[in-house]
């Protein structure tokens, strides 16, 4: 054998750790770049669906059919108050078996599951609260209710020489009885408009003679946030 292909041969010899090196960095850097898109596929695959529930979440969370809601986007604060992660899934049973997050203006509301990632869609919403408001003594035969309300209670306490037959809402009789009426009653009336109540009597009535309770809406501005992780 001649010096030159001795020399030759150390040198491809020398080579063969090299180039199994550089193999194991291909067979690698493959695996882990099929690993990446197969991860990215997943991805791919699961955020639509992902982002579809939690669009549809919080549309049905505000929408007028919600058992949330008095209207469309108004939140009824009576129901958000008795909310809890059980009765959410009852009312929304399509939320089941995934991770997910309600809050309101920062308060949680619900939280199943570990939704660390996920995605979030954020709403601007009103959030109605009612108050009751009394009026003790209602001055004359007929008051109208400075704020909107969907009902009202009524004392009635005529006295004996006055005869209370009828009261009626905007026109509407929601109170008769020809023998008088005399105890405590709650009628409905209109949500929608300014509510203007008659009384008809026959005899004095003096302003100590009804009582009323009506129960007119305070809404805020609140942000509500929906968390969905699939």
């Given at each position: 054998?001649?010096?030159?292909?001795?020399?030759?041969?150390?040198?491809?010899?020398?080579?063969?750790?090299?180039?199994?090196?550089?193999?194991v960095?291909?067979?690698?850097?493959?695996?882990?770049?099929?690993?990446?898109?197969?991860?990215?596929?997943?991805?791919?695959?699961?955020e639509?669906?992902?982002?579809?529930?939690?669009?549809?979440?919080?549309?049905?969370?505000?929408?007028?059919?919600?058992?949330?809601?008095?209207?469309?986007?108004?939140?009824?604060?009576?129901?958000?108050?008795?909310?809890?992660?059980?009765?959410?899934?009852?009312?929304?049973?399509?939320?089941?078996?995934?991770?997910?997050?309600?809050?309101?203006?920062?308060?949680?509301?619900?939280?199943?599951?570990?939704?660390?990632?996920?995605?979030?869609?954020?709403?601007?919403?009103?959030?109605?609260?009612?108050?009751?408001?009394?009026?003790?003594?209602?001055?004359?035969?007929?008051?109208?209710?400075?704020?909107?309300?969907?009902?009202?209670?009524?004392?009635?306490?005529?006295?004996?020489?006055?005869?209370?037959?009828?009261?009626?809402?905007?026109?509407?009789?929601?109170?008769h009885?020809?023998?008088?009426?005399?105890?405590?009653?709650?009628?409905?009336?209109?949500?929608?408009?300014?509510?203007?109540?008659?009384?008809?009597?026959?005899?004095?009535?003096?302003?100590?003679?009804?009582?009323?309770t009506?129960?007119?809406?305070?809404?805020?501005?609140a942000?509500?946030v929906?968390?969905?992780?699939?």
């Amino acid at each position: 054998m001649t010096p030159a292909a001795s020399v030759d041969g150390q040198r491809a010899q020398a080579n063969l750790p090299a180039l199994a090196v550089a193999l194991v960095l291909v067979t690698v850097t493959a695996g882990l770049g099929l690993s990446l898109a197969d991860g990215a596929f997943a991805d791919a695959r699961r955020e639509p669906a992902e982002r579809a529930a939690a669009v549809g979440l919080s549309e049905r969370l505000v929408s007028d059919a919600s058992p949330l809601t008095t209207r469309g986007n108004v939140l009824n604060g009576s129901e958000v108050d008795r909310l809890s992660d059980d009765r959410f899934v009852a009312l929304f049973p399509a939320s089941e078996g995934r991770a997910v997050r309600v809050r309101l203006d920062g308060e949680t509301l619900v939280e199943r599951g570990d939704p660390a990632g996920g995605t979030t869609m954020r709403r601007v919403v009103l959030v109605e609260r009612r108050q009751s408001v009394t009026v003790s003594r209602v001055p004359g035969d007929r008051i109208a209710l400075p704020r909107r309300t969907p009902r009202a209670t009524l004392g009635l306490t005529p006295p004996p020489a006055t005869n209370l037959t009828t009261v009626r809402a905007n026109g509407r009789v929601v109170l008769h009885d020809p023998s008088g009426l005399r105890g405590t009653f709650d009628v409905t009336l209109s949500r929608y408009e300014t509510t203007h109540l008659a009384f008809e009597h026959a005899g004095p009535l003096p302003p100590n003679a009804v009582e009323l309770t009506y129960y007119p809406a305070r809404t805020t501005k609140a942000e509500l946030v929906v968390t969905v992780d699939a």
